[in-house]
């Protein structure tokens, strides 16, 4: 602990709250952040960022800890000022984008908005920032730079800072920090827009500086006058790209390493030592969320953030921002190269249209010289819908027998991680796409138990090889534990998979998981095993026995999907309905709706249970009731359906797909629903609400076809 410090103990924190209780540790993290141990301040850093910035959040006790980190950057005796400063400025623009009305309650209950006192806190130190920028330590500097386009309110004076600024620095990650500022100024405060847009202008067009100093002297001025952008803008970006030098991509020691094993580093010094074993007792599948988290938390080309800055710029231009891309994915930089999948796929998710083009460029990343590179690309091409990674099929085959052939049959357990993972995603995304291609890899996996979770997932897209992967994925589930957490364990991967190949001989195996999930309790288990069996119809009807007494159990879910499969394995109303409207008074009442819409007239008892449900507060309460009705009732029922579900599709998008669904099926009396249809299929970005994905809109842009279709 240093004296700037004195004064911490004097405030009373457990009046105050963070993301987790009481903010009484805040403390001892302020203190700890100026520990001599490196140790000691990463996790007191992590664990303010954790608890008292959660998720950029600011609580009364962030604020309160304003002057403590300003006097912690002041002491120029404190390690890691560049991280207090980087503290600083992430709280003070988390306080500019928070919602002016949002309100903070204490542990005591008493309301306050602590953002409201940051921005002013922190203009109160401009004079603290401006001393910051020019710091000897380039670190502090980088972290100190941005504050004045937010922070400092003379805009001559911060002008005028910054253009000395850009002449002092050397380096390319501080000047480049110099321009963003001057375009945050230039957005913040009119009378810089002028000045700053001219400057930018003459940067931009000035031949003897670097290509990635007028790139981002181009992008920041395109930033600050986006009504200007005509189409010399994206043409001049993709000419300074090309005339940029390829840098070394940046990797994690134990990538470098990877990559100096299997002879392709080109990325500096080697590390000594293996790579770090994972986390005993971690699920794979957790381990691999987290390392792709950290790989696409990671900036492997200095211009990734002004190329991202000009894609948010150019928005809806699709056209102008295919073509930036389309220069980004042939670029000789590797880096460039590598970064552009994330903003590729970005595009795909976020926009409709043919992107056929960019699924072929991504396809052409998957380079065998290059693993690295390839498992990104390939790992995309395997997260789109089949019909857009179609253009991909022919270079993940040609990738993944590039692989079997230069490194023999097994190269799925390949002892070279990146190696490794460049061959798993490539024959998992072979496998999504439905080709038989992907067997001998997914076998491998299932025979030698080498990230066999990966092959179970991918498996059941492949139903016309179910004669060689039904036995395997049978005996590992007849194997499975499960006493261990449902949503991440092998058992549920399996019962996934033998759901996919839709093969009636995996009946006994799907039976055998409802019984040994019931003797566990796993009741997610269980009902996942119903579903699967209710699939199969009438053929399942060997479970029976096992199914009908959990049609009565006391878990819902566990009930519910034992009556679903009850219904499909024997086809008796009497047996079903009476079961389903009983549901209808539970949480599961949708899931049940569903059901009961699924059997049709037979299910006409439940329907004035589910008029009288159309008249719920929520809108996927009413669409699942209103298409009920229609299922069973037939088009009788239209008047008062129809309403239901355009007016829950106008006040909620995600219900478009699950509306437009039983639109098909109403057939001609669905007919005024076309001008809502035809204004969907216009829009240009994906619809059917923020949560969904890039297949669910491909199947709704499909269903409101389909329904245009029939109806004209």
């Known amino acids: 602990m240093i004296s700037n410090l004195e004064g911490v103990d004097r405030v009373d924190w457990s009046s105050m709250g963070h993301a987790y209780g009481p903010a009484v540790e805040v403390p001892l993290w302020l203190e700890q952040m100026a520990s001599p141990d490196s140790d000691v301040r990463e996790r007191a850093f992590s664990s303010f960022y954790g608890a008292a910035h959660h998720q950029g959040d600011v609580y009364s006790c962030t604020a309160a800890s304003l002057p403590f980190l300003f006097a912690l950057a002041d002491d120029p005796q404190a390690p890691d000022r560049g991280a207090v400063i980087g503290l600083l400025l992430s709280i003070g623009r988390a306080a500019l984008d928070c919602d002016p009305d949002g309100v903070y309650y204490s542990p005591s209950g008493h309301a306050s908005t602590p953002h409201a006192d940051v921005v002013p806190r922190m203009r109160e130190h401009a004079v603290d920032f401006i001393r910051y920028a020019a710091d000897p330590d380039p670190l502090v500097r980088q972290a100190a730079v941005p504050a004045l386009g937010l922070f400092v309110d003379d805009a001559d004076q911060v002008f005028a800072l910054l253009r000395e600024r850009l002449a002092a620095e050397g380096g390319i990650v501080e000047r480049f920090l110099v321009i963003e500022a001057a375009a945050t100024l230039a957005q913040r405060l009119p009378a810089a827009l002028g000045p700053v847009t001219t400057w930018l202008a003459l940067l931009a067009a000035d031949a003897s500086l670097e290509a990635d100093m007028r790139l981002a002297a181009l992008v920041h001025q395109a930033a600050c006058t986006p009504e200007a952008i005509d189409a010399g803008l994206v043409p001049t970006a993709t000419d300074l790209l090309r005339q940029l030098t390829p840098e070394p991509a940046r990797h994690s020691e134990a990538e470098v390493a990877q990559l100096a094993d299997y002879g392709q580093c080109t990325c500096g010094d080697v590390p000594a030592g293996p790579a770090p074993a994972p986390d005993q007792g971690v699920p794979p599948q957790i381990a691999a969320i987290f390392a792709d988290l950290d790989r696409h938390g990671r900036l492997h080309a200095s211009t990734t953030e002004l190329l991202t800055t000009l894609h948010r710029v150019l928005d809806a231009r699709i056209s102008e921002r295919t073509g930036l891309l389309t220069a980004q994915l042939r670029s000789p930089d590797r880096a460039i190269r590598y970064d552009a999948i994330a903003m ?46 179609e253009p991909g099929r022919e270079a993940l085959a040609a990738l993944v027998e590039n692989h079997r052939a230069t490194h023999g049959p097994a190269v799925w357990a390949s ?35 080498t990230d066999a979770w990966r092959a179970i997932q991918a498996s059941g897209y492949l139903p016309q090889a179910a004669g060689e992967l039904l036995p395997r994925l049978a005996r590992r589930l007849a194997g499975a534990d499960f006493s261990q957490a449902w949503s991440w364990s092998e058992a549920c991967a399996l019962v996934a998979a033998l759901h996919g190949l839709g093969d009636p001989a995996a009946v006994p195996a799907l039976t055998a998981a409802v019984t040994a999930a019931v003797q566990e309790e796993q009741w997610p288990g269980a009902a996942a095993a119903l579903h699967a069996l209710a699939r199969f119809g009438t053929g399942a009807a060997t479970a029976l026995d096992t199914v009908r007494p959990l049609a009565d159990a006391k878990d819902v879910d566990l009930r519910l999907a034992a009556t679903e499969a009850l219904w499909a394995l024997e086809r008796d109303p009497a047996t079903a309905v009476p079961r389903l409207i009983a549901l209808l008074d539970t949480h599961q009442q949708r899931d049940a709706a569903d059901v009961l819409g699924r059997i049709g007239a037979p299910a006409a008892a439940a329907l004035p249970h589910l008029r009288q449900i159309l008249q719920a507060g929520y809108e996927w309460t009413r669409v699942h009731a209103a298409t009920a009705i229609c299922d069973i009732g037939g088009p009788a029922e239209a008047p008062v359906v129809l309403p239901t579900l355009l007016e829950a599709w106008e006040k909620n998008d995600s219900t478009a797909h699950h509306v437009l669904a039983c639109l098909q099926r109403m057939g001609r009396v669905a007919a005024p629903a076309l001008p809502l249809i035809r204004a969907e299929l216009a829009l240009a970005r994906r619809g059917g609400g923020p949560f969904t994905s890039i297949e669910d809109d491909e199947a709704l842009q499909h269903a409101a076809r389909a329904v245009i279709e029939q109806l004209t």
């Open 415 to 449: 002892p070279h991680g990146l190696l490794r993972r460049a061959h798993q995603e490539a024959v998992t995304a072979l496998a999504r796409l439905g080709d038989e291609r992907a067997l001998p890899g997914l076998l491998t996996a299932l025979d030698t138990d």
């Open 344 to 389: 590729a796929k970005a595009l795909i998710a976020s926009w409709r249209g043919d992107h056929s083009g960019l699924v072929r460029l991504l396809a052409g990343c998957l380079l065998p010289h290059d693993p690295y590179t390839a498992a990104e690309a390939a790992q995309t091409l395997g997260q789109l819908p089949t019909d857009l990674a």
